[in-house]
């Protein structure tokens, strides 16, 4: 008897835990939620800086060089992302979208768009190989983009979208 309630409780507690793994479909729908909440929250205070573009950067992140005003490179660990800031656009630009979507070659798993009080932004999601995806986060004229692991586009694209609306664009906003 005992045996058998071993391999019930086994059975059960690894059917239990099959159940707590969510679907690449679901980590999407995450990311894209998070994306928006970010996007919607009031930006976060720039502690970084390279070539005189400021933004926010959560601790463990590095900014590498070379970098230059418009494409920073940043890593954390063995993963890069790429932040792209255009002065010239303004909080409503939808310029980053517009050429997301000028390669329809390109399928994205999923993209939504988000307006707000006169600013623009949008988050991408699009599946590169069996366990990675590219992830893009916009708001006016910042972007960030990365290839992530599908465990991660979650706290990816939140953080992303922090960053992108943590750039004091002037012309926006």
């Keep these: 008897m005992p045996r058998k309630g071993l391999l019930v409780l086994f059975t059960a507690a690894a059917i239990g835990l099959a159940g707590c793994t969510a679907t690449p479909e679901e980590k999407i729908a995450g990311a894209l939620e998070n994306a928006h909440k970010a996007f919607s929250a009031e930006p976060r205070e720039a502690n970084e800086s390279s070539d005189g573009t400021a933004f926010y950067l959560p601790g463990g992140y590095t900014v590498e060089e070379p970098s ?74 910042a972007k960030l983009t990365a290839v992530s692991e599908a465990g991660k586009i979650e706290e990816n694209m939140e953080w992303m979208m922090q960053t992108a609306r943590s750039i004091d664009n002037e012309k926006g906003d």
């Design 68 to 141: 230059d005003e418009r494409s920073i490179n940043i890593t954390k660990g063995s993963d890069s992302y790429m932040l792209t800031a255009n002065p010239n656009e303004a909080g409503d630009s939808t310029l980053f979208y517009d050429l997301l979507k000028s390669e329809p070659q390109q399928e994205w798993a999923a993209d939504e768009t988000f307006e707000e009080n006169g600013r623009f932004g949008f988050a991408a999601v699009r599946k590169i190989a069996d366990d990675r995806f590219e992830v893009v986060a916009s708001a006016g004229g």
